[in-house]
């Protein structure tokens, strides 16, 4: 039997990518771009074995066994097995796919883009291929793509109805800007109501604004962030990523019937997000938004202890809650008598937030070689059921 596994990021996008050109292979109206997300705290892992002992394929979602008959799926091992080599011994033997996310699944933390990139970074792997595997994990899921690399990666929308030019490319390595932080705000860690494929479906039938968008404003955008990056220029950096979150929602808004994924405490943080920028008299912290409630904040390493003290303060979490500050340890810090007074109208409710995960910006998948890694036995079957 052979084993590969793998550990793959989660990215956040600030420049949004929502609306498909092409369905089947994932073709998206605009380019996007994002931060990928330290492994370290947030990640997808998988290992796929094969045998020729192997009766039948296999896939395995944290310990629940899943339908092998799913097309995202089967277009990424199509995809892999038709860049391997076909003289390769193993490449016509069945498969067991076993992955496991650290982090709530289907929540609107970027699950499906942290599990194709590992998918296909294991197969690739398994299958021998070499170069890039962007355009194939974005059959899995369009996001996943950028998760493929670490850093800050753009994903090039292409011009080839082939698709073979829809890729990702890194602009700048994770240690470019050491000091980016990131906090993830969990407001809600359920699965969603709807998911991003069938919005972003509703929104390209139904959404002139995204029309006007994909054509008019992100090219721009683009442009500008990539060189906010560049320069390290947060104030830059902080005010495209938080416009762009709201256009991507007021798109989602304009699509009929609406989707609606920001909830009350949404909007409460993007309220608490520029009181603090207005009382520093610049952008300190940027929000962005996927396809739920949950907050995502850029922000720099000198500044979490003072946002973290004003988000404690502002949404109380239940007392002695355990395990509320994951991720980079911190110790925590009273806020000021002076930031008192600005937010204490706008305190909430006590857990509005369930949790915190502190993280910052981190490499692309890996490989891991100590066989206590796998996630499956002997038999190919995960050591980890449900
Ligand atoms: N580790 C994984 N391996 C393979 N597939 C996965 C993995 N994790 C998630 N997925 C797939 O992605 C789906 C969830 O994708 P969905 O887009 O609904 O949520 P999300 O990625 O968490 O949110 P968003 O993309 O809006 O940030 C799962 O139902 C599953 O099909
Ligand atoms: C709001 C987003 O997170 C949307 C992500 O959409 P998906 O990549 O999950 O959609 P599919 O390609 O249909 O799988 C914005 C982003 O990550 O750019």
């Known amino acids: 039997?052979?084993?590969?596994?793998?550990?793959?990021?989660?990215?956040?996008?600030?420049?949004?990518?929502?609306?498909?050109?092409?369905?089947?292979?994932?073709?998206?109206?605009?380019?996007?771009?994002?931060?990928?997300?330290?492994?370290?705290?947030?990640?997808?892992?998988?290992?796929?074995?094969?045998?020729?002992?192997?009766?039948?394929?296999?896939?395995?979602?944290?310990?629940?066994?899943?339908?092998?008959?799913?097309?995202?799926?089967?277009?990424?091992?199509?995809?892999?097995?038709?860049?391997?080599?076909q003289t390769l011994p193993h490449l016509n033997w069945n498969i067991s796919i076993c992955?496991?996310?650290?982090?709530?699944?289907?929540?609107?933390?970027?699950?499906?883009?942290?599990?194709?990139?590992?998918?296909?970074?294991?197969?690739?792997?398994?299958?021998?291929?070499?170069?890039?595997?962007?355009?194939?994990?974005r059959r899995g899921s369009g996001s996943a793509c950028r998760s493929v690399y670490g850093g800050w990666v753009q994903w090039c929308k292409g011009a080839s109805p082939t698709g073979e030019d829809s890729i990702a490319k890194q602009i700048a390595p994770a240690s470019h800007w050491p000091q980016m932080r990131v906090l993830i705000l969990v407001v809600n860690d359920e699965r969603k109501k709807y998911s991003s494929t069938s919005g972003m479906k509703r929104s390209v039938e139904t959404s002139e604004l995204l029309q006007y968008r994909a054509t008019k404003i992100v090219p721009q955008r683009i442009e500008a962030i990539?060189?906010?990056?560049?320069?390290?220029?947060?104030?830059?950096?902080?005010?495209?990523?938080?416009?762009?979150?709201?256009?991507?929602?007021?798109?989602?808004?304009?699509?009929?019937?609406p989707c609606v994924y920001m909830n009350d405490t949404s909007h409460a943080i993007v309220d608490v997000v520029h009181a603090y920028n207005d009382f520093k008299k610049s952008n300190k912290v940027a929000y962005t938004f996927d396809a739920g409630p949950n907050a995502c904040l850029y922000l720099l390493d000198s500044e979490v202890e003072e946002v973290l003290s004003v988000i404690d303060y502002v949404f109380p979490p239940v007392v002695n809650s355990e395990g509320y500050l994951k991720g980079i340890p911190l110790s925590k810090?009273?806020?000021?008598?002076?930031?008192?007074?600005?937010?204490?109208?706008?305190?909430?409710?006590?857990?509005?937030?369930?949790?915190?995960?502190?993280?910052?910006?981190?490499?692309?998948?890996?490989?891991?070689?100590?066989?206590?890694?796998?996630?499956v036995d002997e038999m190919g079957l995960p050591k980890k059921m449900c």
């Open 226 to 257: 990539t060189k906010a990056i560049i320069n390290k220029d947060f104030q830059a950096f902080a005010q495209i990523t938080m416009e762009d979150s709201n256009q991507f929602h007021a798109v989602c808004l304009d699509t009929f019937p």
């Open 99 to 137: 992955s496991e996310n650290n982090f709530p699944t289907a929540a609107g933390l970027a699950s499906s883009a942290a599990g194709y990139a590992c998918l296909v970074s294991a197969l690739a792997a398994l299958y021998e291929i070499e170069g890039d595997i962007s355009a194939i994990a």
């Open 333 to 375: 810090k009273a806020i000021t008598e002076e930031l008192k007074a600005v937010f204490e109208a706008k305190r909430q409710n006590f857990g509005a937030l369930k949790y915190v995960i502190h993280t910052r910006i981190g490499d692309g998948p890996k490989t891991l070689t100590n066989p206590e890694d796998h996630l």
């Open 1 to 85: 039997m052979q084993k590969v596994t793998c550990i793959a990021p989660v990215n956040i996008a600030v420049i949004k990518y929502w609306g498909k050109s092409d369905e089947d292979l994932v073709l998206p109206l605009n380019d996007s771009l994002s931060g990928t997300l330290s492994t370290d705290f947030m990640c997808a892992k998988t290992t796929i074995s094969t045998s020729p002992a192997l009766e039948v394929n296999k896939f395995w979602l944290n310990g629940i066994e899943q339908s092998f008959e799913n097309e995202r799926l089967l277009n990424c091992l199509k995809e892999v097995k038709r860049r391997a080599n």
